[in-house]
């Protein structure tokens, strides 16, 4: 089969396409052919070697999480998937193989797509969908008539947390460059500000700060959060609160116990699947290169051909 890998770390030019062989699911696992795979800032970090002491990997190494397909094998204890299952899932990052035509994983790392939900919208979600609700819930603790700033708010992460927490009742104010305003109001929020024009550390009394953008971004949130508010930051894994404020990192590890929610809302028409561009396996490295740009309008993602 076809795979992407990395012989070495690099930027995304390091990444190669050839032949290696899918081997035979163990009794766990099953074998699922990838119709498409989603990617995300962090296969280019991996691939950089900018993770290793997070997630080691060994070479030659198959980058990518998250994808969609259909189950082609199963393992003997495998009992709720059969070959012909429309499925999703991440894989782990240590173990990547997403950017491959075909790919084992542990069964249990995988949930039934929705009847009308197609492999681009699936391969979107994982990562995307659990990284916004451990980070506005999990971490953030948010809750009903709490006043939430989502920066890069039409990234992967930040468009599905601006539609989650407008669904748990807060009231959302986002962050994002003057051409996805009405992106962005489309999808919940209740305030836009362009980061370019607009100046967000005027704002005040904000009970939670989802920071995907680190650095002087990060900064300057401490200032806009009331008395005992939290910071959820997916980039700063060091950070500590200051002055009575919280600030956590957001650990992103396993996406499997988010995954029957977002069918849920999938299938509720609840949630809004936005999609910047899609990309042929044998462009992986353009579509590397799109992500490491760092504008991308919600998933970039890898479709197989047919």
Not at 10 to 29: D, I, K, M
Request: net charge negative; aromatic share 8%; glycine share 10%.
């Amino acid at each position: 089969m076809k795979a992407a890998f990395v012989k070495s770390f690099g930027h995304p030019g390091v990444v190669s396409l050839g032949e290696v062989n899918v081997r035979a699911p163990q009794s766990n696992e099953v074998v699922v052919r990838v119709e498409a795979a989603g990617l995300n800032p962090l296969d280019v970090k991996i691939i950089a070697g900018y993770m290793q002491q997070v997630f080691p990997i060994a070479f030659p190494y198959t980058p990518g999480t998250d994808f969609s397909g259909v189950v082609e094998a199963v393992g003997a204890q495998v009992a709720h998937l059969q070959p012909g299952d429309r499925v999703f899932g991440r894989s782990s990052p240590n173990s990547g193989g997403a950017f491959a035509q075909r790919i084992a994983i542990p069964a249990a790392d995988l949930c039934l797509m929705a009847p009308d939900m197609s492999f681009e919208q699936a391969a979107s979600l994982p990562t995307a969908f659990g990284t916004a609700r451990q980070a506005l819930f999990d971490v953030g603790l948010l809750q009903r008539g709490q006043r939430v700033l989502i920066h890069a708010a039409a990234g992967g992460v930040g468009s599905v947390a601006v539609q989650q927490a407008q669904q748990a009742g807060a009231y959302v104010i986002a962050t994002m460059s003057a051409a996805n305003m009405d992106l962005v109001k489309s999808l919940g929020a209740d305030e836009v500000i362009d980061y370019h024009t607009q100046d967000f550390s005027t704002l005040r009394d904000i009970d939670l700060v989802l920071d995907a953008l680190g650095g002087e971004t990060l900064e300057k949130s401490w200032s806009v959060l009331r008395p005992g508010g939290r910071i959820a930051s997916l980039l700063a894994f060091d950070i500590k609160g200051r002055d009575g404020m919280v600030g956590e990192s957001v650990f992103f590890s396993s996406a499997t116990p988010y995954l029957p929610e977002a069918v849920r809302q999938f299938e509720a028409r609840q949630l809004q699947i936005v999609i910047d561009s899609i990309f042929p396996l044998e462009d992986i490295q353009a579509a590397l290169e799109k992500v490491a740009a760092g504008h991308a309008r919600g998933k970039v993602l890898i479709r197989r051909r047919h």
